[in-house]
T-cell receptor
Framework: NAGVTQTPKFQVLKTGQSMTLQCAQD?????MYWYRQDPGMGLRLIYY???????DKGEVPNGYNVSRLNKREFSLRLESAAPSQTSVYFC?????????????FGEGSRLTVL | GNSVTQMEGPVTLSEEAFLTINCTYT??????LFWYVQYPGEGLQLLLK?????DKGSNKGFEATYRKETTSFHLEKGSVQVSDSAVYFC??????????FGTGTSLTVIP
């Protein structure tokens, strides 16, 4: 059982380039999330999707777009990368209806923007 | 609004020492509270949780009690091991859709 899978694990971009981070979960969860982790800042929510077909902004959505492709997949796109987007990105999923309240995280994607 | 404040790190302890990591929260309603742990190079994983006041969450020797009167959820362990070295995050969720995390506390346990 893979859980939450993110790709790529590492990426280096130049300022202005675009890229998409992919995330897939095999736990049949309705809710999926994208967080970024920065030193001294903890985890900050970028976007989340409470169910297939819906997406909502989190705390730091500027510069990002998301797509909930189907129940399994939730991608994060940087259209024009900036050095401020250098971070570790985590995808997570949860099953709100079961009221477990637990988030399941992927292993993270480390992005460097030069 | 909702927020979580946790003890600044890093924390360095000797093996078998007692651990406390403080966490306080602000919430508009009645949140569930969580401690997540992140081992080096990995994603976060749930360590323990409590869903209502006075509940105690426990796992792997770690404990935390949901204190509504002090809006706190401090993490404790009686005797830490080298394998407990990690970053610990306190978090809350009211709706199950949005989770609010503290900034994380890095723990290093030395033999």
């Amino acid at each position: 059982n893979a859980g939450v899978t993110q790709t790529p694990k590492f990426q280096v971009l130049k300022t202005g380039q675009s890229m998409t981070l992919q995330c897939a979960q095999d736990m049949n969860h309705n809710s999926m999330y994208w967080y970024r982790q920065d030193p001294g800042m903890g985890l900050r929510l970028i976007y989340y999707s409470a169910s297939e077909g819906t997406t909502d902004k989190g705390e730091v959505p500027n510069g990002y777009n998301v797509s909930r492709l189907n129940k399994r997949e939730f991608s994060l796109r940087l259209e024009s990368a900036a050095p401020s987007q250098t971070s570790v990105y985590f995808c997570a999923s949860s099953e709100r209806e079961l009221n477990t309240g637990e988030l399941f995280f992927g292993e993270g994607s480390r992005l460097t923007v030069l | 609004g909702n927020s979580v404040t946790q003890m600044e790190g890093p924390v360095t302890l000797s093996e078998e020492a007692f651990l406390t990591i403080n966490c306080t929260y602000t919430a508009t309603g009645y949140p569930s509270l969580f401690w997540y742990v992140q081992y080096p190079g990995e994603g976060l994983q749930l360590l323990l949780k409590a869903t209502k006041a006075d509940d105690k969450g426990s796992n792997k020797g770690f404990e935390a009690t949901y204190r509504k009167e002090t809006t706190s959820f401090h993490l404790e362990k009686g005797s830490v091991q080298v394998s407990d070295s990690a970053v610990y995050f306190c978090a809350l969720s009211e709706t199950g859709n949005q989770f609010y995390f503290g900034t994380g506390t890095s723990l290093t346990v030395i033999p």
